[in-house]
């Protein structure tokens, strides 16, 4: 994990439980996760929007596969 990654991800997984326990890290599929669904998507977009002022929608963050993807939309 790079040191610009690290913040982003800590602060993702404080605010998505289903990404609380991820077991791989940045490496973690998110379709293996088993809180992974429409609420862990919705939550991604309100962490997007009220920490780091972007605007996702769910079909970017369904496009994500890994959790290093999620982070790479936050940066």
Known sequence: MSPSEEPLWRALQADV??????PAGLD????????WDSL???LVI??????????????????CRTARDLVALLS
């Not at 439980?17 to 991820?22: E, G, K, V, Y």
């Not at 973690?28 to 809180?35: E, I, K, S």
Request: hydrophobic letters at 55%; a neutral charge; glycine letters at 6%.
């Open 40 to 42: 862990a998507v919705l």
């Open 28 to 35: 973690t599929v998110l379709a293996a996760l088993p809180r």
């Open 17 to 22: 439980d289903a990404l609380a326990d991820a």
């Open 46 to 63: 309100t962490h997007a929007e009220q920490a780091h002022g972007r605007a996702l929608t769910g079909a970017q963050v369904r496009a």
